[in-house]
C-alpha cells in the first residue's frame, strides 16, 4: 500500500531519487548486454536474429518466417473482428487529421539582388517501426502501429518497415498485421528487443536497413536506440510508461487510482506518480488503487511499478505540486484539479497534458489524435512528441548572384582569414578576379 510521504521532506527527496533512477544513465551491465546483441546481429545478421528470437520469443521460428508474408496479412483480416477494423478507422481518422498540422512545406526566400535561399523538405527513404509485443508478445500495441506509422506515412516515406516480437508459436497477432495494412507499412519482420532495433539499424540478410528508427519499447530497445544513434536518427527514448497525477480537493480518488494504474499495469519498470494537496485524497486514492489491483489480470505488474515506481506525494500548495511536477517531467501529467486551465501555463515539462476529469490518460492512448509514443524518465525536459518531423529532413538551398557574391566576397575572406583558413579564402578571391 503507497503512503503519503510529505514534500518537502528528506523523505521526499529519497523518493524522487528511485523515481529519478529510471533516468537512462550509464549502466555499464545493461548496456554490454545490449552492446553484445547489436554487434552480433551486424555481425551475423539473421543467424543472430534467429538465435536471440528463438531464446526469448518464439523457440521454433525459421529464416523463411522473419518476414510477414502477404498470404498472413490476408488471413489476419479474416480472424479480426470487423467492429474492431471499424474502431481501428476511427482511430486512424483522429490521428491522422491531428498529425496533418504538422505538416511543413519547403520554403524558398529571394532578394533583390538575385540571391535565394530555402530549405527543401523531404521525406528519409526507409524507416523502422518498433512496435511492443507486450508481455510474450501476447499483448501486441496495435495503437503504437497507428502512432508510428500515421506520421511516417504522411511524410511521404516510402518503405515503412515494422518489427515486433512474435508470439511464442512464431505468429503476430491478426490485430497487429491488419492494423499495418491499413496504415500502409510496406513490410512487418518478427524481431523484437534489441534485435529488432539492431536489425534495422545495420540490416541483415532478411531486414533491409533504414535510416530513422522509431517507436517505444522496454528499458532494451530504448537502450538499443540510444547506442544506434548515428548508424541511424531515432526519435527520441520512449520507454517504460510514466504517469503523474496533480490533483486538488476536486480529484475523485477512483478516477485517479484507475489512471495511475492504467499506466503501471504496462511494465514493472512503469512508474505512477501522484502529487495532491489533500491528506484525505492521499489517503482514498492508496486504498482504492489496492481494491482495483484486485481486478486487473496484469495485477503483478502494476503492483511492481508502485512498489518500486509509484509514490504519493503531499504538496504545501498546488504551485508547489506543479513545480515537482516539472521536475519530473513526466511523460504523462493529469491535471486532476478544479481549473486545470489555469494551471496549464504554469507546466513546462510534460509529454502530453490531460486537462481534468474527463480526460484520463487512456483517451490520448488510443483515440484523440496527439501521439501516444513520448518522451520518458525525465527527457520530455527536451524531448517531444513523435510526430510528422521525425521522418523529415531540411536541406538547406543557396544560390547566390554574381552581384550578391561580390557584394560579400571581401567579408567572407575577412572571416576566413581571421580562422587561418587559406583555402577558404581562396575559394572567394580566385572569383574575385577578371
Ligand atoms: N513511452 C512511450 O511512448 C510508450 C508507448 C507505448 C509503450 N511503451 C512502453 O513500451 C514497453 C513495451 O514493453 P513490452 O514488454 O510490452 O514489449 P517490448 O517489445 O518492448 O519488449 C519485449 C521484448 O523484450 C525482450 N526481452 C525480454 N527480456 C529481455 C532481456 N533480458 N534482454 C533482452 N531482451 C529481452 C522480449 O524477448 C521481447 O522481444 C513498456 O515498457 C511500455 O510501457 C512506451
Ligand atoms: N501509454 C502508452 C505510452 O506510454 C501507450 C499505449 C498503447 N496502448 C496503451 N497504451
Ligand atoms: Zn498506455
Not at 54 to 61: C, H, I, T, V
Not at 361 to 380: M, Q, R, W
Request: charged share 25%; hydrophobic share 45%.
Amino acid at each position: 500500500m503507497l503512503e503519503a510521504i510529505s514534500y518537502p521532506s528528506v523523505e521526499a527527496d529519497s523518493r524522487l531519487a528511485v523515481i529519478a533512477s529510471r533516468k537512462m544513465g550509464p549502466d555499464v551491465a545493461l548496456e554490454k548486454s545490449v552492446i553484445e546483441i547489436l554487434l552480433d546481429v551486424k555481425a551475423n545478421g539473421d543467424d543472430a536474429l534467429l538465435r536471440y528470437t528463438r531464446q526469448f520469443d518464439a523457440s521454433e521460428l525459421d529464416a523463411e518466417r522473419l518476414t510477414v508474408s502477404p498470404e498472413e496479412i490476408r488471413s489476419a483480416y479474416d480472424a479480426v473482428d470487423p467492429e474492431l477494423l471499424g474502431i481501428i478507422q476511427e482511430a486512424m481518422a483522429n490521428i491522422e487529421a491531428f498529425h496533418r498540422q504538422q505538416l511543413r512545406p519547403s520554403h524558398f526566400i529571394t532578394k533583390p539582388d538575385g540571391t535565394f535561399l530555402g530549405q527543401m523538405v523531404r521525406p528519409v527513404e526507409a524507416a523502422g517501426l518498433y512496435i511492443p509485443g507486450g508481455q510474450a508478445g501476447e499483448t501486441p500495441l496495435l495503437s503504437s502501429v497507428l502512432m508510428n506509422g500515421i506520421p511516417a506515412r504522411l511524410a511521404g516515406v516510402r518503405d515503412i518497415a515494422m518489427v515486433t516480437p512474435p508470439r511464442a508459436d512464431g505468429s503476430v497477432s491478426p490485430a497487429l498485421l491488419v492494423a499495418a495494412a491499413e496504415v500502409g507499412i510496406t513490410r512487418i519482420h518478427r524481431a523484437g528487443s534489441a534485435w529488432g532495433i539492431a536489425a534495422l539499424a545495420y540490416g541483415t540478410e532478411s531486414v533491409r536497413k533504414v535510416d530513422v528508427v522509431v517507436g517505444p519499447g522496454n528499458i532494451y530497445v530504448s537502450l538499443a536506440k540510444k547506442l544506434v544513434w548515428g548508424a541511424v536518427g531515432i526519435d527520441m527514448l520512449a520507454g517504460p510508461s510514466e504517469i503523474l497525477v496533480v490533483a486538488d480537493d476536486r480529484g475523485n480518488p477512483r478516477y485517479i487510482a484507475a489512471d495511475l494504474l492504467s499506466q503501471a499495469e504496462h511494465d514493472p519498470m512503469a512508474s505512477a506518480v501522484l502529487i495532491t494537496t489533500e491528506a484525505s485524497l492521499a489517503e482514498k486514492v492508496a486504498a482504492s488503487l489496492e481494491e482495483q489491483l484486485l481486478r486487473l489480470p496484469r495485477q503483478e505488474i502494476a503492483r511492481r511499478a508502485l512498489r518500486d515506481y509509484g509514490a504519493i506525494f503531499l504538496a504545501e500548495d498546488l504551485d508547489q505540486a506543479l513545480e515537482l511536477a516539472n521536475g519530473i517531467a513526466p511523460e504523462h501529467l493529469e491535471l486532476q484539479v478544479c481549473d486545470p486551465w489555469a494551471c496549464l501555463g504554469k507546466i513546462r515539462n510534460a509529454g502530453a497534458v490531460f486537462m481534468g476529469e474527463w480526460t484520463p490518460e487512456a483517451v490520448g492512448d488510443y483515440f484523440a489524435g496527439p501521439n501516444h509514443v513520448l518522451p520518458t524518465a525525465g527527457t520530455a525536459r527536451f524531448a517531444s512528441a513523435l510526430g510528422v518531423e521525425n521522418f523529415l529532413k531540411r536541406t538547406s538551398v543557396i544560390s547566390f548572384s554574381g552581384n550578391a557574391f561580390r557584394r560579400d566576397a571581401e567579408a567572407i575572406v575577412r572571416m576566413a582569414e581571421m580562422e587561418g583558413l587559406e583555402a577558404h579564402a581562396a575559394s572567394i578571391r580566385v572569383r574575385m578576379k577578371p
